[in-house]
């Protein structure tokens, strides 16, 4: 009883640090797996950079984030891959719909969005939901004695030119469910993951869109799908959102 008595406040603080929205807005914008400066942060949060340089300080005493300066200028990134673990379960297990986008380019946004996105340091949102499946649908993946890799996903990731034996001694897990927060189910993160991801960017299979949103480039669709074994439109992203006429 003492040692969850002791935790309980330091659970709240940590709590606290998350619920309020301009510190919520920054820490889903630092999911991208960037550093960003504190002026890029208070713009994307829609506050002054005064008030937005208070809540830094606050998330970095709280440990959620870490900082660096180079001349004048401050970076701050998620401190690592377990705080960006966090911040994605919680907007995963957020229920209220979000608001109706105003107009044909937000609307987009938030499609490209929805569809592939970077979680941190792996893939996310349909797409990644969309691997992770084809994976365990493969037998690249299995779950019988917890989410680990079969003898013929080694095969995969080396034909892949993934080097798991080398990310096996990692701090981190080496394969691990993340709950996707607009697909509602896992995609795939730990050490394997964030591989996984770097190695299509490497290819050149995958291309940065706007803030976190991804994109299958054009040779990438096709390449990735044969990689899976799936069809290339079983990759592809959602037809174009319709708001109805509102303007671009």
């Known amino acids: 009883m003492h040692t969850a008595t ?5 659970l709240a603080q940590l709590a606290t640090l998350l619920a309020d929205t301009t510190r919520a807005r920054i820490c889903l914008a630092l999911l991208d797996g960037r550093a960003w400066t504190a002026g890029e942060l208070a713009r994307t949060a829609g506050v002054a950079p005064s008030t937005a340089s ?19 200028h401050r970076y701050l990134r998620l401190a690592d891959p377990g ?39 792996h ?9 992770h499946d084809a994976l365990l649908r493969g037998g690249l993946l299995d779950r019988a004695g917890g989410l680990a890799l079969t003898p013929a996903g080694i095969a995969w990731c080396a034909d892949l030119g993934l080097p798991v034996a080398q990310l096996r001694p990692a701090r981190r897990p080496l394969l691990r ?8 189910r896992p995609h795939l993160s730990g050490a394997l993951g964030a591989a996984l991801c770097d190695r ?18 054009p040779a990438g669709g096709p390449a990735l799908a044969a990689a899976l074994d799936l069809a ?9 959102p319709d708001t109805g006429g509102g303007r671009a």
């Open 177 to 184: 469910d993340c709950l996707d927060w607009t697909e509602r």
């Open 123 to 131: 893939l996310a949102g349909r797409l990644g939901v969309l691997v």
């Open 232 to 240: 290339s439109d079983d990759l592809a992203p959602p037809a174009a």
């Open 200 to 217: 299509l960017f490497e290819l050149g299979w995958l291309a940065r869109g706007a803030g976190r949103a991804v994109r299958l480039t």
């Open 83 to 121: 705080v960006a673990q966090l911040i994605e379960d919680l907007a995963g297990r957020v229920s209220a719909p979000a608001p109706p986008a105003r107009s044909l380019r937000a609307a987009r946004a938030g499609a490209a969005l929805a569809y592939a996105r970077t979680c941190y340091d």
């Open 54 to 72: 208070d809540h830094l300080s606050r998330l970095v005493e709280g440990g959620l984030l870490v900082q660096e300066r180079q001349g004048r």
């Open 6 to 10: 002791a935790d309980a406040p330091a």
